[in-house]
């Protein structure tokens, strides 16, 4: 045999029974965990009290429970908006910049129109303008990739730079409340969106979007027509499907609820308009998108997860006087841990010398694998 | 399935090791005995302990503990850390009232917004916002706020960089006409204006000629930002360095192009020994020890701790570095020191300073319909510009002639 066999070689699989699925998930969680705590044991903190404390800082009283939850609706909400695009194989990376135009966009009624009407309606109107802002800004990349073919990951990325930018120039301009200050002043509490349970009812809205997008993916004619954009442009385009007002207005709508995202962080949490009002959110989502393989209910539970992992945090850093840079280095370990095992759930590796015997193995010539799916080498 | 069952265990294994090296590292938690209850105090940070303005804190917190356990009261610090604004502030106040602190500290000036939110719904619990001033004139009484008359200590600091100044033209170094001083400056805000001026004042009482000569970074603190903007005012032709920002590389860039520096926060003669003579800061410990004894003692807090300045400890300047510094700085400092604190020298003597050529005869100090803009108390009188008189937060924000503005957008 003159041929060189790869010491390892990886084999797409099929047919993984359910249960041994979720034992390799819980694996690569326990996995992360040991990982983790070696880095608190590096940094000098007992990990069980770490992980006792960051469970109990964030799980253990009433405010710990509502940050939870203040910090998870922006991350479920943006991963909703996510989902229909990358089920689309459209990369919106432009969430961030998103989110951030739609908050603009009611921080200008919160400012300006506060007055002229009364609280619902200003709600409304904030919430209804952030989602077109939104729609806006995520529609322009999707215009230029319908039309032109642009590369919509760059594009939608740049597109976060300018909107900081904006919302920046417009901290420490026109909106600026004292000189100097770069800060906008707080919303009157007509602008402010009411709370249930002590969290703004931004929480609502998005359990009700969740079941929304459900809906939206799985049992509309446009959710059919993003799924099969998504697996093949041409198939779409053969089966008499509108390729550009698919992607247009699918991203619009990815968009919008980005922006409506931006209107309950700063209406419902800060109060006020932040440069930073997005605060990472938009790519943080990314990844619970992800994680939850473009489920919706799936990604109600990664975004607490990741809530629980960022309040956790500040719990040990003021408790334990754990640097807040360690929990986040635990944080990247989980969720790399979390999307790697999805490798060992869809590929399989075999080593050199222990080739599984294909069915029929007197029939295979030598060097030629007759493992099922195609190979790939690594 | 084997397979499995092996990295399970192997998994729990590395677990049981990483508990067990866990719980011996258990013993080195700090367990001091408390001597009488302890008293909780809250401090909310904008950074955590890699930014120097957070050090400058959690020094003042360490020597008030110090000092108050002399007086016999135990102090329990509790921080939360990198929370600079929005709804993670108001959380941050909440938890630490909810932990039982009898008065929660918030470090910067963006994060009070927040903090009245909250403080409403703990009426027995003081909230200190420090730098800031909207919390005296809120309608809560357990709101404060407090600012030390940091530009006392400025003053004190351009006096030092004006006798350099004046000392290089008398060897010969520079012109009268190229006595430029640099100055990094942060934003156009109070604050900083208040600061650059009274620097500018004090340099100009020692060194007539000099001018001024101000870069806005658009950033309190931004490292590379802040050298850059050095290295652009020491192209431009200033020949000592200062600065309103938060870190150290002004200094280091001064003293790569052979040029004095003044700093501020920290004393900077560490990290720049042939460049930065002195600079001006300030000591939060005497407020700390104020309210924490005032709570525990049942008495009021002030609602703006004003007019704490250099007499009071409130304001200090680091260790004077007499290699760089032009002889006879500390005698100089030391008189001009004990006129300020006295009241003989005012230092916006509105005799020392003009506004478009023309003497300033009145500006007001604050503002009470909430557009910004100043319109009641008149600061004015007695021929001086009384700063941080009617409320501790600087509000002198008037343009001197001398001083040059540049990228004044920020």
Redesign the interface.
């Known amino acids: 045999m003159t041929e060189k066999v790869p010491l390892i070689r990886l084999t797409k699989r099929e047919d993984m029974a359910k249960s041994?699925v979720w034992?390799i998930r819980l694996?690569a969680f326990?996995?992360a965990?040991?990982l983790g705590?070696?880095v608190?044991?590096i940094a000098?903190?007992?990990?069980?009290?770490a992980y006792s404390t960051m469970i109990a800082g964030s799980l253990g009283?009433a405010?710990?429970i509502r940050?939870v939850v203040?910090v998870a609706v922006p991350l479920l909400g943006t991963a909703l908006a996510l989902a229909p695009c990358f089920a689309m194989r459209f990369w919106n990376i432009g969430a961030e910049g998103q989110i951030t135009m739609g908050a603009m966009m009611a921080t200008f009624f919160a400012l300006k129109m506060v007055n002229s009407m009364p609280s619902p309606v200003l709600l409304l109107v904030m919430g209804a303008s952030a989602a077109i802002m939104g729609a806006l800004w995520a529609g322009i990349p999707a215009f230029f990739k319908a039309r032109w073919g642009t590369n919509e990951t760059l594009f939608t990325l740049m597109m976060n730079y300018i909107a900081i930018g904006i919302v920046g120039w417009l901290q420490?301009?026109p909106w600026e409340?004292?000189?100097?200050?770069?800060?906008i002043?707080?919303f009157d509490e007509r602008a402010v969106l009411p709370t249930v349970f002590g969290v703004h009812i931004g929480w609502i809205l998005v359990l009700v979007l969740t079941f929304l997008m459900y809906i939206y993916m799985t049992k509309t004619k446009h959710g059919y027509e993003i799924a099969v954009l998504g697996e093949s442009e041409n198939t779409a385009r053969y089966a008499g499907m509108d390729v550009r007002k698919v992607m247009l207005r699918t991203a619009c709508l990815s968009g919008g609820i980005a922006g409506l995202v931006g209107f309950m962080i700063c209406s419902g949490?800060?109060?006020?308009l932040?440069q930073n009002v997005a605060g990472g959110v938009g790519f943080t989502a990314i990844t619970v998108t992800w994680l939850a393989q473009l489920n919706p209910f799936a990604m109600i539970i990664i975004s607490l997860l990741l809530a629980v992992l960022s309040k956790g945090a500040?719990t040990i850093?003021?408790i334990m006087g754990v640097?807040?840079s360690i929990s986040d280095i635990i944080t990247g370990i989980i969720l790399l841990c979390m999307l790697g095992c999805e490798f060992f759930i869809n590929y399989k590796m075999i080593f050199r010398g222990h080739e599984e015997l294909p069915a029929a193995p007197e029939t295979a010539a030598p060097g030629v694998t007759a493992a099922p799916g195609k190979e790939v080498e690594a | 399935m084997k397979k499995f069952i092996a990295i399970l265990l192997t998994l729990a294994m590395v677990f049981t090791f990483a508990a067990c090296g866990g719980s011996n590292g258990g013993n080195e938690e700090p367990q001091g005995e408390p001597e009488g209850e302890a008293v909780k105090v809250g401090m909310v940070c904008i950074g955590d302990d890699n930014a120097a303005y957070d050090r400058n804190f959690y020094m003042a917190a360490d020597a008030a503990k110090e000092r108050l356990a002399e007086e016999g009261i135990n102090v329990e610090w509790v921080y939360t850390y990198n929370h600079p604004e929005g709804d993670a502030v108001k959380v941050d106040c909440a938890e630490l009232a909810d932990a039982g602190c009898v008065a929660v500290f918030c470090n910067s000036y963006g994060q009070e917004p927040s903090m009245l939110k909250v403080a409403a719904e703990y009426p027995d619990v003081i909230f200190a916002g420090l730098t800031n001033e909207g919390s005296w004139k809120d309608n809560l009484e357990n709101t404060v706020n407090a600012f030390p008359s940091i530009y006392e200590g400025r003053y004190l600091a351009g006096v030092a960089a004006g006798m350099k100044l004046q000392e290089m033209i008398n060897n010969g170094e520079i012109t009268e006409d190229e006595a430029v001083i640099g100055y990094v400056g942060a934003y156009t805000f109070a604050e900083v204006i208040s600061g650059y001026t009274a620097f500018y004042l004090g340099a100009k009482a020692e060194c007539p000629t000099a001018t001024m000569m101000v870069e806005f970074i658009g950033s309190w603190g931004d490292p590379t930002m802040e050298a850059n903007t050095a290295q652009d005012l020491i192209d431009r032709g200033a020949v000592l360095i200062s600065q309103h920002s938060d870190s150290t590389t002004p200094a280091t860039t001064a003293q790569a192009n052979g040029v004095p520096h003044v700093g501020y926060n920290i004393s900077m003669s560490d990290v720049a020994p042939e460049a930065s003579i002195i600079s001006s800061r300030i000591d939060w410990t005497n407020y700390f020890c104020y309210v924490i004894r005032s709570i525990v003692n049942g008495e009021k807090v002030e609602q703006d701790y004003c007019q704490h300045g250099l007499a009071d400890g409130d304001v200090v300047l680091t260790e004077l570095n007499e290699n760089v510094a032009a002889a006879g700085t500390a005698e100089t400092l030391a008189n001009v020191r004990a006129l300020i604190e006295n009241g003989d020298l005012q230092i916006f003597d509105t005799s020392k300073f003009t506004v478009g050529g023309e003497t300033v005869t009145t500006a007001f100090a604050l503002d009470t319909d909430g557009d910004f803009v100043a319109d009641s108390e008149e600061a004015v009188f007695d021929g001086a510009f009384h700063e941080s008189y009617f409320q501790s937060a600087p509000y002198f924000a008037l343009r001197i002639d001398g001083i040059t503005l540049i990228n004044e957008a920020y």
């Open positions: 041994k034992l694996l326990l996995l965990l040991v705590g070696l608190f044991l000098g903190a007992n990990p069980i009290t009283k405010t710990g940050q203040k420490g301009g409340g004292k000189p100097g200050s770069q800060i002043p707080m949490a800060d109060q006020t932040y500040s850093q003021t640097p807040a």
